[in-house]
């Protein structure tokens, strides 16, 4: 400090105050702060308020909670309204700790910014928000509107937030305006819900109004949500063009719901010229802000042919981001590019949790790809147990596919204890839209399994879903016509339902009809098409079908006679386990050596 310095700070605390200003608005702190403090020692409150705005931001001083804390209580006790401010701001925002109002406080170095230190004192912050606003602060007048709309409960307000928001616009202060706007936004959104057809065009009007107000004072959430108005011609009238200016001002201002808005108009073309480059830079930095929609994004731009080659494992990345955010669909990309190893090693567990976070958030894609890993058995029990209560509640909603899922848990003892009484009913019910819900309670009626065995009524309930494109009902019908069960014997009608199924490739089809083509059960013999039907069976993987083109094929039956065809066909069945296929095998091996 210079002598003429030390003489003022010696002579007047007013002038050493002024000299103090001074030299901090030259930037000499260190030389500054001496002469602040003499002011601020002598009882002066703009100088108590400057020596703790000091030890607040570290300015020409070490930083010191307690000091910072007690010159802003000197201050602010003395009636100086920006200490008042800045105590309300500090204890709304938690870096005052809570219960500290009189001045006592543990020695800190400086103030902490972690969050998990950040415990607002909304009473404190309240009382001196009210001084300073009754004192004419608009910042004042905007803080105590916000604790009185969105603080605690006991301290809500929203006629008194409304009013103090409205000073605080009045006074030109940028965050009045946005919160002056959300309050009408309120009362419009509520006389909507009570009167739909309401006339709030005025109301609009004056919300845009004060929003603009607000975006023009540099706030970027004001910005993103005049730029909104404007996309939606809410109280002003649309214009495309115009809001993407204001999202590129809110985006340039660090928002990401604006730097979203911003790539997707990029991307689509819309009131600004199309550029996927620069869409993917202003998403990338939205997504790397935790905006999860534009992480989505991202990873959607990698996994799909563009602006990049696709890159999976990049976009398994994004897709990694929003769904950790909660992002449905990107969970459930994610949890796809799992079960297919797209991108990401194949991992079905891995698979099933984010197809399950995916499922959790509403995603009714997401729960069928897991159910069918579910019903296959290739997860864990948790998510067998989700699986099955999603089924459940959508059941008893009225959804017959649901229904029929969930009758599947029931019967098969997936994600719960069986039930196949219960299982029986919610089939039932799946049956009225179901074709294959008709197709397996015939089975049971069959079996007899969870109600009381009934051919008749199964043999009826097989004819109706074959006729609805069931391949695996038409089979079953066939083979209750064929053997006569519910019914009479119809080798006729069994040859009819068998040869469609086997044309749409159904095996089992295939087989049955080589068979009643081979001969017997009063069907004209055609063993032509029987050697192929067996052949396309045989291709398959049809074990038994195997055994029989083996057998034709060695005999020259329906063609000519290949021993060596035979042989590998035979090889084949014993393979799979067929026995008949040993024996002749080993049998055709002994005659080829004798």
């Known amino acids: 400090m210079s002598l003429l310095d030390q003489l003022i700070g010696r002579l007047s605390p007013a002038f050493a105050l002024r000299r103090g200003i001074h030299l901090l608005d030259q930037g000499k702190p260190r030389e500054a702060f001496p ?35 007690q010159w ?16 309300a701001k500090l204890y709304v925002s938690g870096h005052l700790p809570a219960n500290s109002a009189s001045g006592a406080l543990p020695e800190a170095a400086v103030f902490d910014f972690a969050p998990a230190t950040l415990v607002p004192d909304f009473v404190a912050a309240a009382r001196w928000a009210r001084l300073a606003a009754e004192a004419g602060s608009a910042e004042a007048q905007s803080t105590l509107g916000a604790i009185l709309s969105a603080g605690p409960e006991e301290l809500r307000d929203l006629v008194e937030a409304k009013r103090w928001y409205e000073k605080s616009a009045a006074g030109g202060f940028g965050p009045g305006h946005f919160g002056y706007a959300s309050m009408l936004a309120r009362e419009a959104d509520a006389k909507v819900k009570a009167s739909p057809d309401s006339n709030l065009s005025e109301a609009r009007a004056e919300i845009a109004l004060h929003m603009r107000r607000a975006a023009e ?22 214009d495309q063009a115009a809001a993407m200016r204001f999202f590129r001002l809110a985006a340039d201002r660090g928002h990401p719901a604006a730097q979203f808005r911003l790539g997707f108009a990029l991307m689509q073309g819309t009131g600004v010229a199309r550029d996927l480059l620069e869409a993917e830079t202003w998403l990338r930095r939205a ?33 990694r981001r929003a769904a950790s955010a909660g992002h449905a669909a990107a969970a459930r990309a994610l949890g796809k590019m799992h079960q297919d190893g797209v991108g990401v090693p194949p991992d079905r ?7 399950r976070v995916a499922g959790e958030a509403g995603d009714k894609d997401a729960r069928e790809q897991l159910a069918r890993q579910v019903l296959r058995g290739e997860t864990s029990g948790e998510h067998a147990e989700a699986t099955r209560a999603w089924f459940r509640a959508a ?59 009934d051919p008749v009524q ?116 014993a393979d799979q386990g067929v026995e008949e296929a040993v024996t002749e095998l080993a049998g055709m091996d002994t005659n080829a050596v004798s």
């Open 458 to 573: 199964a043999r009826e309930l097989l004819a109706r879903a074959a006729e609805a494109g069931s391949l695996e009902a038409a089979t079953l019908l066939g083979d209750l016509m064929l053997n006569g069960i519910g019914g009479p014997k119809d080798p006729h009608g069994a040859l009819a339902c068998y040869e469609p199924a086997a044309r749409q490739n159904h095996v089992g089809a295939m087989f049955a009809t080589a068979a009643l083509l081979g001969g017997g059960n009063g069907i004209e013999p055609d063993r032509t098409a029987a050697l192929a039907w067996y052949r396309r069976a045989a291709e398959a993987g049809h074990a038994r079908a195997q055994l029989m083109l083996a057998r034709y094929l060695a005999g020259g039956v329906g063609g000519e006679p290949d021993i060596a065809a035979a042989r590998d066909w035979l090889r084949r069945a």
């Open 395 to 453: 059941a008893e909603s009225g959804d017959q596919v649901a229904a029929y899922n969930y009758a599947v848990c029931l019967a098969d003892g997936v994600g719960g204890p069986r039930d196949d009484a219960a299982a029986t009913g919610w089939m039932k019910q799946a049956m009225a839209t179901v074709v294959a819900a008709r197709h397996i309670y015939a089975r049971w009626l069959l079996e007899g399994r969870g109600v009381e065995r």
């Open 35 to 69: 002469l602040l403090s003499r002011a601020a020692h002598a009882g002066i409150p703009e100088g108590a308020y400057r020596v703790g705005c000091c030890y607040m931001t570290q300015t020409g001083i070490p930083g010191s909670r307690p000091a910072t804390l």
């Open 72 to 87: 802003l209580m000197r201050a602010a006790n003395s009636g100086h309204v920006e200490a008042q401010t800045l105590l």
């Open 217 to 238: 004072s540099g706030m970027g959430m004001a910005t993103y949500e005049y730029g909104m108005l404007l996309e939606h011609g809410r109280g002003v009238a649309a």
């Open 349 to 355: 567990e891995e698979a099933a949790h984010w197809l």
């Open 287 to 319: 997504a790397l802000a935790g905006h999860a929609d534009s992480a989505a994004l991202v990873g959607d731009m990698y996994a799909t042919p563009g602006l990049y080659p696709p890159n999976f494992a990049e976009a398994a990345g994004w897709y």
